[in-house]
Each structure stands twice: as C-alpha cells, then as structure tokens.
C-alpha cells in the first residue's frame, strides 16, 4: 500500500483497476465508484496521519461518469459484540418472535455476506459438508456463487436437518428453509 511503485504510479494503477473492474467484473459504476472511494480515501486517512506525505491520489483520478447519479446504499456495520449478542438471543431465545430458522438465517448471512436471492435459494442438494459451502447457488440473474459458511453454521445446519428429519418434512424437500404447515 505503502510502496515506491505505487506512490509514483497510484493514478495510473487505480484507473487501470477500475478498468478491470468494468471489462471482467463487470461492476457497475457506483460499485466501482464505491470501491476507488474506499481507496482514495485510506490515502486521505494515510496523509492525514502523517503515514505517507504526500497522497498519491489527490485531485488525479478521474470518478465513473455519472455514478453519482446512481442511488449508493449507506451501509451501517455492526460490532463483533453486537454481532455476539444477537446470535446469542437468537440461539437462545427461540420459541415466540423467532424460531431456528431464524437463527439459521442470521448465522448463514453473517458467515457468507452473500446476498439475500442467494440465500433464499439455499437446497441440501448444493450442500457440499466437506468444504462447508452451498455450491452454485444463483445469486442474480444467472450469476452463480458458493455460499460459504464456518464450522459452527454446519453445526446448525445439522441439528435443522435433524429436526426437519423427524418432525418437519423427514427431509422430503430439498430447500434448506420450509415453511411448517399447521
């Protein structure tokens, strides 16, 4: 981050992978624009703490037109205590408000960070146990994703599917969340 290379080159390397960006990844322009944000404002932060001396960014890279058009989301992060906490209540607290599902749900997003079409889509067919990922899970559109998740999710997802074997649907349906007739 620090280098010689960069801070002589910086402009050129960003604009070059913001090029990468659109032509293989295919982001769209407020994703990219998020991204180089993220960058130009870590030198910002660096030159103001006094960690380089100069940025190598200020004022020379040129914004995707027109992204400040596009809505961007303002994202709110919670805290590694906060993130404790609601697993906890949720492990805990099943029964009335929330039930295992919904700790499954909280736990499978907090590991993977994927997106809720991909989430929704979760069967035990794209279950793969020994690398602890839902494999080829349409995300959007027709893009394809491995929903990876840690040890203890697995843990979860096997006393679920031990439930749904003998209480549920005796696991006759191959989506990861059902809904329990009554």
């Known amino acids: 981050l620090y280098s010689d290379e960069f801070m002589q080159n910086g402009p ?3 604009t070059s992978y913001m090029a990468f960006c659109v032509n293989v990844l295919q982001n769209g322009k407020k994703t990219v ?3 180089v944000n993220a960058i130009t404002s870590f030198y910002s932060w660096a030159n103001r703490k006094g960690k380089i ?17 596009e809505h961007i989301t303002t994202s709110h992060f919670l805290t590694d205590e906060q993130i404790e906490t609601i697993s906890d209540f949720l492990l805990n ?15 499978i ?6 997106r809720l079409g ?35 999710t697995m843990k979860l997802i ?17 989506a990861l969340f059902i809904a329990k007739n009554h």
């Open 12 to 14: 050129d390397i960003v």
């Open 33 to 35: 624009h998020t991204k």
């Open 53 to 69: 001396k100069t940025n190598p960014l200020a004022d020379k890279i040129s914004r995707m037109p027109r992204a400040n058009e």
């Open 93 to 107: 607290n099943t029964g009335d408000k929330y039930d295992f599902q919904d700790a499954l749900i909280w736990f």
């Open 109 to 114: 997003f907090s590991d993977s960070a994927n």
């Open 118 to 152: 991909a989430i929704e889509q979760l069967s035990l067919s794209q279950l793969d146990r020994e690398r602890r990922v839902f494999k080829n899970v349409i995300e959007k559109e027709v893009r394809t994703v491995d929903v990876a998740f840690s040890e203890e």
């Open 158 to 174: 096997y006393w679920w599917m031990e439930m749904r074997h003998t209480d549920y649907d005796f696991l006759e349906l191959d």
